[in-house]
């Protein structure tokens, strides 16, 4: 495939899209997804990428705000100095900026996008997957109540996800998790807790046992290793870890101390596509589960969501759900839809096969600037 010649500009969008209806974790609630869009122009073709930061620092150090302040000084005018790009060439560019993998992923992806679509391929294939279906997965925030948990349980096991992920947290869990079971006892079901828990938690995590779950999701401290491995120990459930693995050697360290059996792939957290590949390839090489975690991204990012999970070692359904759950209207012109039997298919065409709809976009836009060579 040929490289990108030389980049003409970049572009920062910031767009804040209202939520169908309020998400609501251990971290907080959202009732908006603000994100920061990364758009790459080279001869009359346009590559796109999206940040996976929140506006606040409860997920990651990673803001929004520091978001563009990165992009803006550091990663886009690095590309934008280089001649003859690849993908395969950000991470290099990038080394000298420490951490901020929410905005390297963000540049990076929109350089895959730009390559892809320049080249005439899907972004699958620039990436080295295969073409297939998507299983879907949906991922159930806090509720108000127990009976409207219930009600979103069935809403999904009627729309035909293949798996469930209902959020945690201390004082509300093994109660909520119990009336779930009994009333879906053949549900794939997982939880999900945020890190919300300590290891003085450990008798309850382990009476979690009992509910047949898929996995339990980052229950500790997101730095902790150790913990996550004494508990995972005394677990017949898989523990799962999403924000413990940042980075490929968190991947390996995890696997050495038997911390999980399970790892959620956030392309965003690690740093983007090329990142994401490379730990799909050594949980597929060692035994462990991987799938795609998602961040109510736009179109944009669920996009290269899709296309991320067509790489082997994605062996689990992910987080990728119909963008009608979170979006009344999104930016692009293709909405994630799930089939009859609840899979979703890869969007056509060249790079990441959605397109911006350039009206919705000025509409959502709270932030815009274009950065010059």
């Known amino acids: 495939m040929n490289p990108v010649p030389r980049l003409e500009a970049a572009e920062i969008h910031v767009v804040r899209l209202p939520l169908v209806s309020p998400f609501t974790t251990s971290f907080g609630t959202q009732t908006h997804k603000e994100a920061v869009l990364v ?3 080279s001869d009359g073709t346009t590559g796109w990428g999206e940040s996976t930061a929140m506006p606040d620092p409860f997920y990651s150090y990673e803001t929004n705000t520091t978001v563009c302040q990165v992009l803006r000084l550091y990663l886009l005018p690095v590309l934008l100095a280089a001649t003859d790009l690849t993908p395969m060439d950000a991470p290099h560019l990038f080394r000298r900026v420490r951490g901020h993998p929410m905005a390297k992923a ?3 992806n929109a350089l895959w996008d730009l390559w892809a679509r320049r080249n005439d391929v899907p972004l699958f294939a620039a990436l080295g997957g295969m073409a297939r279906r ?10 108000d109540s127990p009976e409207r948990l219930l009600a979103a349980v069935a809403d999904a096991c009627a729309a035909g996800y ?3 992920k209902i959020k945690i947290k201390r004082g509300q869990d093994e109660a909520l998790v119990r009336e779930v079971r009994r009333s879906f006892p053949a549900l794939p079901l997982m939880v999900d807790a945020n890190a919300d828990y300590t290891p003085a938690d450990f008798p309850l995590l382990q009476r979690l046992d009992d509910f047949n779950l898929m996995m339990m999701e980052q229950p500790l401290a ?6 996550h491995a004494r508990l995972q120990a005394r677990l017949r459930t898989p523990v799962c870890l ?3 693995i940042g980075t490929l050697s968190d991947a390996e360290a995890a696997h050495a101390l038997g911390s999980c059996r399970v790892i959620n792939i956030k392309q965003g957290r690690v740093g983007g596509l090329q990142a994401a590949r490379a730990i799909a390839a050594f949980g597929l090489g060692h035994g462990l589960d991987v799938w795609s975690g998602g961040m109510l991204e736009t179109g944009i990012g669920r996009a290269v969501n899709l296309h991320l999970q067509t790489l082997p070692g994605f062996s689990l359904p992910g987080d990728t759900s119909a963008t009608a759950r979170y979006f ?14 609840g899979f979703i298919g890869i969007p056509p065409g060249p790079g990441s096969g959605v397109a911006i709809v350039p009206d919705r976009l000025r509409r959502f836009c709270v932030g815009h600037e274009v950065i010059t060579p």
């Open 162 to 164: 293949h798996r469930v």
């Open 134 to 143: 998507i299983p879907s997965g949906i991922s159930i925030g806090l509720q």
């Open 328 to 341: 009344g209207e999104d930016i692009v012109d293709r909405p994630v839809e799930l089939d009859a039997d």
């Open 106 to 108: 963000a540049a990076e």
């Open 242 to 244: 999403d924000e413990s």
């Open 39 to 41: 758009c790459l122009r």
């Open 222 to 227: 997101e730095g902790d290793l150790f913990q």
